[in-house]
Structures are given as structure tokens and as C-alpha cells.
């Protein structure tokens, strides 16, 4: 009887064992899901770019790499920030897996995959070419190969800003001046340095209708800048925005955008 009450007891201890095991195991697994889940819930906010490298050559990629970089990087560091930092900083010098610590070269791993399934043609073909996984140095490939720091290219950059076609009525102002300013952004990695205030501002009123350009020099003082002049072009377009009362009424629900048969 009392072996026997033994043997109830051991198994029952052994039961318990099991289901704490098991308990461990589950959690270790939602643990790694939900780190995963991650890029999915980024993906819900930031959608996730289309593969890169698909264009049908290397100019046609290279035009396409702004907007697949910036595009990548909101979704990625949404999904996790640590890889803000060590992505900039990876970018700036090669480092080998060795040099990283764990958690660094887990996300280097990481990233290594994420970009096997977004490139594609030339770019694949980079990532490939890649020991030991490490993520971080197929990015810092990636940019010195459609992000090429060379005068001949800040030189280019510049001549499109110089040249950039005046504002029409396709777009709003503040389109159009977003436009402009990512041509100075470019400008400013490609080449270290940032556009001039008076050049920037010189661009700017080249580059708006005459009606508003000569409205613009009257107000012009000596302490003005590019980001006066900037706001008040976007002010003058709020104020002289067609309010009608149809219009009005139409954005307030109170009659239908369209008038009934």
C-alpha cells in the first residue's frame, strides 16, 4: 500500500514536472511570435515596400532606390528602433558579425532575411555574395552601390535642384515644394553638405508663378530666409483657397457632392 502511494505521488510529481516543461516551452514560443509579430503589426501602420530590383538596368534601379530606402526604413525601424542606430552606424564602416554583440547580430541575421525575400535581379545578387548572413553589411552595400557619395553625382543633384521646373497647377504648392526639398535632401548625403540659405531661397521664388514671385520680392528684407519665404507661400495658398458656400456645405455632409437628377 505504501509502495504503492509512492508510485501515485512520483507520477504525480513527474506530471507536474512535465506540465511546467511544457508551460516554458509555450511561453518561449509566444515570446519569439510575438517578437516576430512585430514587423506584421509595423506592416498594419507602414506598408511594407515592394521588392527592389526590378528595373531593366542599373539607372532605372538607382531612380527607384530613394523611395525603396526611405520606404524600408520607416517600416523596419517602426517594427523594431534598435535598428536605427546600427543600421546608420553599420553604414558608415564594415563591421563582421564578430565584432557585434548578440542582440546586434541577431538583428543583422534578421535583416539578412528580411532582404532575401524584397531583392531581387543585381541587388540579390549583392546580398548573395555576403558571408555569414550579416544583414548589415548587404545594406551598407546596397548604398554605396544606388547611393554613391561621388562628386560627380552631388554635382548632378545640385544641377537638378538649380533647374528644378517651375510650380504649375498639377500640384498644390506644398507639393511641390516637398518635391524640391528632397532634392536638397539628396543633395545633402550625397555631397556632406547642406544647400545654402540664399540659394535655397533663390530656387524657391524662380521657381513660383509670377504673380506670386513679385508679391514675394515686395516683402523681401534682409533678415529674410528660406523658411519665411516658405511659410508665406503656404499661407498665401490657405488664404486664397476657393471657399464657396456650395463647397462648404458639400465638406460638412450638408448636401452631396453631386446635385440629384
Same mark, same amino acid.
Not at 548578440?102 to 543583422?108: G, L, M
Given at each position: 500500500m505504501a509502495e504503492q502511494l509512492q508510485q501515485v505521488v512520483q507520477a504525480a510529481f513527474q506530471a507536474a514536472q512535465a506540465a511546467a516543461? /511544457? #508551460?516554458?516551452?509555450?511561453? &518561449?514560443?509566444?515570446?519569439?511570435?510575438? $517578437?516576430?509579430?512585430?514587423? $506584421? +503589426? #509595423?506592416?498594419?501602420?507602414?506598408?511594407?515596400?515592394?521588392?527592389?530590383?526590378?528595373? !531593366?538596368?542599373?539607372? /532605372? =534601379?538607382?531612380s527607384k532606390w530613394p523611395e525603396f530606402s526611405t520606404g524600408f526604413k520607416a517600416w523596419l525601424y517602426y517594427a523594431e528602433k534598435e535598428y536605427e542606430k546600427e543600421l546608420e552606424d553599420n553604414v558608415k564602416t564594415a563591421q563582421p558579425l564578430s565584432s557585434m554583440n &548578440?542582440?546586434? !547580430? /541577431?538583428?543583422?541575421e534578421q535583416l539578412y532575411s528580411i532582404l532575401t525575400g524584397l531583392l531581387r535581379g @543585381?541587388? *540579390?545578387?549583392? *546580398? @548573395? #555574395?555576403?558571408? =555569414?548572413?550579416?544583414?548589415? +553589411?548587404?545594406?551598407?552595400? %546596397?548604398?554605396?552601390?544606388?547611393?554613391?557619395?561621388? !562628386?560627380?553625382?552631388?554635382i548632378s543633384v545640385l544641377s537638378a535642384y538649380m533647374n528644378f521646373p517651375a510650380f504649375d497647377k498639377s500640384k498644390t504648392f %506644398?507639393?511641390?515644394?516637398?518635391? *524640391?526639398?528632397?532634392?536638397?535632401? &539628396?543633395? @545633402?548625403?550625397?555631397?556632406?553638405?547642406?544647400? $545654402?540659405d540664399d540659394l535655397q531661397l533663390s530656387v524657391l521664388i524662380r521657381c513660383l508663378p509670377k504673380y506670386l514671385q513679385q508679391h514675394i520680392q515686395l516683402q %523681401?528684407?534682409?533678415?529674410?530666409?528660406?523658411?519665411?519665404?516658405r511659410d508665406a507661400v503656404l499661407s498665401y495658398e490657405t488664404v486664397t483657397q476657393s471657399w464657396s458656400e456650395k463647397k462648404v456645405l458639400t465638406e460638412l455632409g450638408v448636401v452631396g457632392s453631386t446635385p440629384s437628377a
Open positions: 516543461s /511544457a #508551460a516554458k516551452t509555450m511561453e &518561449e514560443t509566444m515570446s519569439k511570435r510575438s $517578437g516576430n509579430n512585430k514587423f $506584421g +503589426e #509595423a506592416s498594419k501602420v507602414i506598408r511594407m515596400p515592394d521588392c527592389f530590383g526590378t528595373g !531593366k538596368d542599373h539607372d /532605372a =534601379e538607382q &548578440e542582440d546586434s !547580430k /541577431a538583428r543583422s @543585381r541587388p *540579390l545578387k549583392i *546580398l @548573395r #555574395a555576403v558571408n =555569414e548572413r550579416n544583414g548589415y +553589411e548587404v545594406w551598407r552595400q %546596397l548604398v554605396v552601390q544606388y547611393s554613391p557619395k561621388t !562628386k560627380g553625382r552631388a %506644398l507639393e511641390h515644394i516637398q518635391s *524640391l526639398e528632397r532634392v536638397r535632401t &539628396e543633395y @545633402r548625403k550625397v555631397a556632406g553638405v547642406d544647400i $545654402g %523681401l528684407t534682409e533678415s529674410s530666409s528660406y523658411q519665411n519665404v
